[in-house]
């Protein structure tokens, strides 16, 4: 029997199951636990199966914690090659998890860099059957967010916090370079901040973006803005390429 995966993560994936559970109620909802969750994902994670009725499938590659363990142990953040963090607890679980045959859900919107990067997916992944009912509706992630409201789903604080994502915050995206994006960080989870600051300096590691070079964490402005929080979205792509390095 096929098996139809839809892949959660945040509110446009939540919204993809919504649609695609219509027409296929015995799809499977995943998700890829990574251990540097902001606690309230959990929440929102648990509102989702109460309001779906069904049971989010998590998978966790247990040979690490959470981001910070895949860093320290690989003395490597982010760059060229991408990020180990998203390779052994995204892709991995991912990879032991799936067989031949299965359909693959994203919550991929229509957005134009949505859609950009499922056309990149289509072609790093030809074999793979994939379905996007976002894109198929025309529907965009601000839609997402409204429709989830009147679903009554309250989303991940993240958002009210003023992050573009709910992903990673404990630590921050490794991949992020946005001055803007760690700024942000900064205010809401100073101690995450304070040891990404001081490991990434550790090592070597500028993650910083500002005026046209790479600085360390520890030297971005005490009064810089925490405006356009950029941060790259986490997927299959992001391991292959680091092309959202820059979304």
């Known amino acids: 029997m096929t098996r139809h995966i839809v892949w959660i993560d945040g509110v446009a994936s939540v919204m993809a199951a919504a649609f695609y559970l219509q027409s296929w109620p015995e799809a499977l ?3 890829c636990r990574t251990g540097s969750e902001d606690e309230d994902n959990l929440r929102f994670h648990d509102d989702v199966q109460k ?10 590659n247990e040979d690490y914690e959470d981001t910070m363990s895949v860093w ?11 990020a180990p963090c998203t390779g052994d607890l995204k892709i991995w679980p991912r ?55 009147d679903m009554g789903l309250k989303e991940p604080r993240s958002y009210d916090m003023g992050f573009p994502n709910a ?18 960080h900064r205010i809401h989870f100073p101690e ?41 979205a986490c997927d299959f792509l992001c391991h292959i ?3 959202d390095l820059a979304a």
């Open 95 to 149: 990879l032991q998890f799936q067989q031949d045959g299965d359909v693959h859900v994203f919550g991929y919107t229509a957005d134009g860099n949505d859609q950009k990067r499922y056309r990149n997916f289509l072609a790093n992944y030809p074999d793979l059957a994939v379905v996007v009912p976002l894109i198929e509706r025309g529907i965009s992630k601000a839609n997402c967010r409204a429709l989830a409201q």
């Open 29 to 31: 909802l995943v998700t």
């Open 192 to 232: 995450g901040h304070a040891e990404m600051a001081r490991f990434s300096r550790e090592i070597g590691c500028r993650l910083v973006e500002l005026n046209g070079e790479r600085i360390f964490l520890d030297e971005l402005p005490a009064d810089f803005p925490p405006r356009d929080p950029v941060a790259p």
């Open 241 to 243: 390429n680091g092309q």
């Open 72 to 82: 320290k142990k690989k003395r490597y953040i982010s760059g060229i090659g991408g």
């Open 51 to 60: 309001r779906l009725n069904r049971e989010i499938i998590v998978l966790k």
């Open 167 to 184: 992903n990673c915050l404990k630590y921050g995206c490794g991949k992020a370079t946005s001055p803007g994006y760690w700024a942000l």
